[in-house]
């Protein structure tokens, strides 16, 4: 990224934001959109949702939902070093992953029925895995890399939304 993460959400995600984790918590690193998740709901996001291997499952919720932002969690191979961050917008999303995915139907796919029916724009976050095997913890890059973001999603969504001076999230 040419700027740093934290101007990059903060620019990109004022407004009614929806955090959505995805993955499998019994594949090492493919936990961490779900672990996620699940930290920024104990701290009182009321939108973060888990949605484990099948993100489509909730697309119509989210469509419904209002938000001006839809923000996928996940691991993703990018070919970066562990622990590393992406952050893509649904077009990037669409030509990376258009329908081959581990997912039962690709993260291009759901972000494209998300964004063609409502006015939400569609945001992946993520985090380059060390190792996706059954029965491993996640690694160590990994889980500093979620301790990381929990903090600074929490950081930019709780704080003043920059166009209505308002709380986006924690209100």
């Known amino acids: ?9 903060r620019e990109r995600l004022a407004g009614r934001t929806a955090l959505v984790g995805i993955g499998n918590v ?3 690193d493919d936990a961490v959109g779900v672990r996620l998740a ?10 973060a949702m888990m949605a484990g291997t ?7 919720a989210l469509v ?4 001006d932002h839809v923000v996928f969690l996940d691991a993703v191979d990018f070919g970066a070093a562990p622990g590393s961050v992406v952050l893509m917008d649904a077009t990037e999303i669409k030509s990376k992953f258009p329908q081959v995915s581990t997912h039962k139907i690709s993260l291009g796919m759901t972000a494209r029925v998300i964004e063609s029916e409502s006015q939400t724009r569609v945001w992946l ?6 190792s996706l095997r059954t029965g491993l913890e996640m690694s160590g890059p990994v889980k500093q890399t979620l301790k990381l973001l929990a903090g600074l999603l929490t950081e930019v969504l709780c704080g003043k939304c920059p166009k ?7 209100s």
């Open 38 to 47: 699940e930290r920024l709901q104990r701290a009182g996001f009321p939108s």
């Open 64 to 67: 419904r939902g209002n938000y």
């Open 164 to 170: 209505t001076k308002e709380k986006c999230m924690c």
């Open 26 to 28: 019994d594949l090492g």
């Open 54 to 60: 099948a993100p489509e499952n909730i697309a119509g």
């Open 125 to 130: 976050l993520g985090v380059q895995p060390a």
């Open 1 to 9: 990224m040419k700027r740093n993460l934290k101007e990059e959400l």
